[in-house]
Every structure is written in C-alpha cells, then in structure tokens.
C-alpha cells in the first residue's frame, strides 16, 4: 500500500540523513532517462492527489525523456518524492506542479525541477530559515513538515552532495515554491564536478558497556537514534510510554536517559522534571524535543531541539559517558581572552578542532616510524593547549618528551583527543547559540 511505502520511505530517508550527517553517503552515477525518473514519481503519486481533489500536473522537457544523462536516479527520486509528498500534504484544495528542463543544453549546464502548490504557504521568518538551513521550531514549520523536518533536510542535503542549489519561495494562504538546480552533462561526457564527502567522525572508545534509555513515540526519532547508537560499547533501550520508562530503569541502570517531552499528545515535563528532582532518574537527562532548547534546560542542562543534529546529540552522549574516562576541556580562557566575542571565539575554536584533527594521524604513525623528533614537535604544539584548556592529566604525560610513550598511553591520547572534539564541537554549537 501508498502508507507502507511512505514509511518504508521515511525509515530510508533517517539512515540515509545519518549518512548524510557522518558523510558516509555516496552517490552511484550512472547514465540516466531523468524523464522517465520524473515521470514515475508523477504517475506514482496521481492518487494520492485525486483522493484530496488536487490536480497534479506534469511538465518535463522532451530532451530530458530522449537523451541520457549522467545522475544518480534514486538520489534525484529521493529529492522530488519528498518535495511532492509534502505539496500533496499540505494542499487541501488547488493543484500542484511538477516541471522540469534544462537551463542549458550544452555541456555544463543544470537540470531544473520545480515543485509549486497551492498550499498553506510558509511566512517569511520561516522561509528564510528553511534556505539559510537555520531550522527553528515554529508553528509554521512543524506544521508543514512535521516535527522532525527530516524530509527537507534530506532534500537539502542531497542537493549539495550533488552539487546543486536549493531556493524555496512561499506567500502565506497562497501557496508555495520549492526550486532545485542540479548540475548535469549528458551521459557520454561521464564528469561531474561534485563536493567531497566529509570523512566519517571518529568518537572516543569506551572503557565499558554503557547504557542508554531512549524514551520517545516518534518512529523516526527511534529508527534515528538505533541507527546512530551502533556501537557495540553501547546497549540501546528504548521505550515509547513514560511509565514503562520509569518501570525499566532499575532493570537496565541506564547511564544516560534521552527524552522527549510529548508523548502521544501529552506534556510530560512536570513528570520529567519530579522524577529527576526525586532521583528516580539518576543519571543525566538530554531532552530531545519540539521546544526550545532554553525551556528544555529548565529540566536538564543537556537539551536539543527537534529538528537536531545527529551529530552533536552524539557528541553530547560521548562527553557524558567519557567523563570519568577522560579529561573535559575547560574553555574559560578562550572566553576570557576574546572577551565572549562570539565571532572570535568561533574561530578560536574551529582552529583547535582543526590542530586536534592534523596531529591525530601523527600520534598514529608515532609507533612504525619510533620519531623521538616527531613525538617532540607535537608535544610541543599540544601542550600550550592542554595547559589553556586546564587539561593537566594529558599534559603531563605530553611533558615527557624523552621518550616516546607506549602505544597504550598513545592510544588513550588519541582518544582524549577524540574526546576533546567532541566538547569542542558542542561548545562551537553553544557558542553560536548564545
């Protein structure tokens, strides 16, 4: 059926967002019919628009049905399908328009799709945090696409990974416009000049199995979250019921819990917040909701708010569960010294991910190439760091440069650096916030 389609579709489109996040997600290029790609996507969803009295149209150029061109068709099905099924949506009466050509014919050129409707429309705070890719929790947008936002980001995402752009236009009670622009050669030139995927992040081991408690009736945010919890240093438990929750923490002694605060159209921020206060949750808490990240807070220190970075939730996880494992890093002389410039303290920061990033794969090679110079010369970069960063028991063992140490202590400096990414990254995300 149409519904086990969508959701076998949205269960793709929560791993494929993970990918997207880790750059894990790689294209397969392959000549294509982009026509007949854009014509499936149009026959597939002329129900859907029948039943809510809609008319769907189609208009797609007739040298996209006739010539092949280089494209990766599920990533492109993917792209349209979630901008047709949120038209289709959100449109209670009028119609809806799919069209597609190429701006160029030539070598070089885009191919251009646009999907417009005459929906509810997107106002213009709303619309302008959709194209800079500043999504906020707000009446409109959780309206229009749903608590979690998956399906834009997706749309988003694979857009860039292709190379292209992304434009949505909309006027409130009118309707709206989403416009992508994909760069595209034919078949026989087999060249595309597409971005590099970023490397897979790389997160700090554990020195024991952790627990973690996940309670939300989002199947997306499970399906998420199983996907992004993969770690065999980690056991996984989710419930969907706040009692059940409550029932299963003396079983499963959870290190952290991860909450929402709505269940099946119910606040349970009162509930949350007494079962923290009467230690009946004794762990941390991060809360993972539609609200915003300052009222979340009121409950935990450790909140995020839907739509979220998978990335940072993890970085957040990590830095509690590594805590008694490694040394966090204190950032008050960062502040201090550029006297809570935002923009300064930024850059200040991205500087020492970057310097954390370079010398990781230098401790690596520490073993095979036995460079006492080598273990020298990053002591020497990491140590004035270490020491701003009130990080004494890393640097310490950096201060023995008359030798080079084991590849045991090498290990656990690396994954105190890993570690120490992780609150970099987090703190980057404060920062910016603030």
Known sequence: SRSVQNLTGLVYDVLDHQKLIEGRLSLQLRPCNIGNVIEEIHKNYQFESL?????????CEEVLSTQEYLMDPLRLSQILTNLVINAIKYTDKGSIIMEACLISKAPGGYLEVTVSDTGVGIDEESLSQINTGKYQHGPVISGRYGSYGLGLSIVKQLVHLLGGKFKATSTIGVGSRFKVSLPIE?????????????????LPSLSEQKVIVQLDD???????????????????????????MLEGLDRFRPHVVVSDL???????TRELRMAIENRKISCPVIVVSAQEVEQSRNISPYAFQKPFDPGLLLDQIYTILGEKQYQKPIFKSIYDNYDFDTVKIERALTLLESEFLSLIPKLRELPASNSLDSWQLISHKLITHLRSLQ??????IMARTD??????????????????LCAIRLEKWINSRD
């Open 186 to 202: 034919p078949a026989e030139n087999h060249h595309l000049d597409l971005p590099k995927v970023h490397p897979e992040k790389t």
């Open 403 to 420: 030798c080079i140490p084991n590849e045991s202590t090498l290990g656990y400096l690396i994954d105190s650096l890993y570690y120490s």
């Open 218 to 244: 989002d199947i997306s945010s499970l399906e998420l979250f199983s996907h992004l919890i993969r770690s065999g240093q980690i056991k996984l438990i989710q419930f969907t019921r706040f009692d059940q």
């Open 262 to 268: 709505m269940l099946n159209e119910k606040h349970y």
């Open 51 to 59: 039943k809510k009295g809609l008319d769907f149209q189609l208009m």
């Open 391 to 396: 990080m004494e028991k890393i640097e310490k």
